[in-house]
């Protein structure tokens, strides 16, 4: 098949490989990276596959694709480019959808004290994360886990099911409408990463957990870094 991969990061690699692996003919959308996320554009250089960094809603597409995949893009894709691949187009969402929508769900998902997250595989259409469910899965979330491993975990679990999902995408499946309450996060640092003295100690912990993710900034209480839960009570009893 003729596939346009939209990817970025580690996951976005991995797929690609799955891509050329099955003898796919890919194109890659993909962003310019810092130093410390795996380059999806040195990954497309070494295997000589053309890509770009703009965004695909500005660009013209290179072939009229069979089908688009969305893995962890960070664009919004437009209609026209939904219309042109026939709505054969897909996208990888760390959340159990219609639940945290929008960004930074695992982080989200961490700091509202939730017993699970999961992955959904969705059809792209006109708004956000808001497409029928293709194949959705949940995965727990341990009293251990930090934004950076929970982050891992979900999106390793969600590449083994990358070629399942872009079979059933190929064959045509509908998918089911998405159920229940949702809710949706807008980009940006939740509480611009300041704890608030009010909040309980579980709930200060979690916060940590959640803004753990180097070479990001740490949680941060009165200007001051915050890296553990012992730091934030040393912290806290000099008040």
């Given amino acids: 098949m003729k596939i346009i991969?939209?990817?970025?990061?580690?996951i976005g690699c991995n797929v690609l490989e799955q891509l050329l692996?099955?003898?796919?003919?890919?194109?890659?959308?993909?962003?310019?990276?810092?130093?410390?996320?795996?380059?999806?554009?040195d990954e497309c250089k070494r295997k000589g596959i053309s890509y770009s960094c703009e965004d695909i809603s500005k660009s013209k597409l290179p072939f009229k694709p069979d089908i688009i995949c969305s893995?962890?893009?960070?664009?919004?894709?437009?209609?026209?480019?939904?219309?042109?691949?026939?709505?054969k187009i897909f996208n990888l969402h760390p959340a159990l959808l219609p639940k945290y929508r929008g960004c930074s769900s695992i982080t989200w998902a961490l700091i509202n004290g939730e017993k699970e997250t999961g992955y959904s595989y969705h059809y792209i259409d006109e708004q956000c994360d808001t497409g029928n469910i293709i194949l959705q899965k949940s995965i727990p979330i341990e009293s251990y886990d930090t934004q950076q491993?929970?982050?891992?975990?979900?999106?390793?679990?969600?590449?083994?099911?990358?070629?399942?999902?872009?079979?059933?995408?190929?064959?045509?499946?509908?998918?089911?409408?998405?159920?229940?309450i949702s809710s949706y996060y807008k980009r940006g640092c939740p509480y611009?990463?300041?704890i608030n003295p009010q909040w309980s100690d579980a709930q200060v912990e979690r916060f940590i957990r959640a803004m753990y993710n180097p070479p990001y900034p740490y949680a941060s209480y009165k200007g001051q870094e915050v890296k553990s839960m012992q730091e934030y009570l040393k912290f806290k009893t000099r008040d």
Wanted: net charge positive; glycine share 8%; with cysteine.
């Fill in 21 to 41: 692996v099955n003898k796919h003919e890919v194109f890659v959308f993909t962003h310019e990276n810092p130093y410390y996320i795996p380059s999806l554009i």
């Fill in 149 to 180: 491993s929970l982050y891992n975990r979900v999106m390793f679990e969600a590449s083994k099911d990358f070629l399942k999902v872009l079979t059933m995408v190929r064959d045509g499946k509908v998918g089911h409408a998405q159920q229940g």
């Fill in 71 to 87: 893995i962890y893009y960070r664009y919004l894709i437009k209609p026209h480019i939904i219309q042109g691949c026939n709505g």
């Fill in 5 to 10: 991969l939209c990817g970025y990061n580690w």
């Fill in 192 to 194: 611009q990463g300041e």
